[in-house]
């Protein structure tokens, strides 16, 4: 599983695109994720079982670093996870 965040600091406001991408043997069946700051958790909506992308604006994210947490279980009840941090610098 990997997740793939805009390149660099983020400092301009609008939406921004987390790619999610997944794979397993015997086929995903739930994901679920959310994004921590220091602002607080704020859910990942409609995650597909096939990987693909979520949007997130920004008024959502934190001057700092905002961490990406992605679980993801498969048919056999197998569970993997993955994390990845974006910072926001918006003046």
Do not use: C, W
């Not at 607080?40 to 994210?61: D, E, F, P, Q, Y």
């Amino acid at each position: 599983m990997t997740i793939t965040l805009p390149n660099g600091t983020i400092t301009t406001e609008g939406d921004y695109t987390i790619t999610i991408s997944l794979s397993d043997n015997v086929g995903v069946t739930t994901v679920n994720g959310y994004v921590q700051s220091a602002l607080g958790r704020s859910n990942l909506n409609n995650l597909s079982t096939a990987g693909g992308t979520a949007t997130i604006h920004v008024s959502k994210l934190f001057n700092g670093v905002n961490t990406i947490y992605i679980t993801a279980t498969d048919a056999a009840g197998n569970v993997g996870k993955a994390s990845a941090s974006v910072t926001v610098a918006i003046p």
